[in-house]
């Protein structure tokens, strides 16, 4: 088992950044993907970004280029840095857990999840 738990959202003006955190405990040991979602109201959870044990990363296109993804497997921690936000980009922020050592941006595939955090970008 491992739980997650997201912080770092919050209310920003359009053209701000944010950085998310979302910390791994339990079994936090061997190689695990981590990703982040979104869930904007009134809408499916839609993929964000991913990365692997290791560091590869994919992002969904409509974040590219102001969307970071990082981590520290040390402290079990990974990162979303969001720059440039939209208010297209507010919905509740979650991320996600699966052991694998392979990439994948299906929230099915996903077993373990956090509780969310909020962003919210104005214009």
């Known amino acids: 088992q491992v739980q997650l738990v997201e912080s770092g959202g919050g209310l920003v003006q359009a053209g701000g950044s944010l950085r998310l955190s979302c910390a791994a405990s339990g079994r936090t040991s061997g190689p695990y993907t981590m990703g982040w979602f979104r869930q904007a109201p009134g809408k499916e959870r839609e993929f964000v970004s991913v990365?692997?044990?290791?560091?590869?990363?994919r992002y969904v296109d409509s974040v590219k280029d102001r969307f970071t993804i990082s981590r520290d497997n040390a402290k079990n921690t990974v990162y979303l840095q969001m720059n440039r936000l939209k208010p297209e980009d507010t919905a509740v922020y979650y991320c996600a857990a699966k052991y694998t050592s392979q990439i994948t941006s299906r929230t099915s595939d996903y077993p373990y999840w956090g509780q969310g955090t909020q962003v919210t970008v104005s214009s």
């Open positions: 990365i692997t044990w290791n560091g590869l990363t």
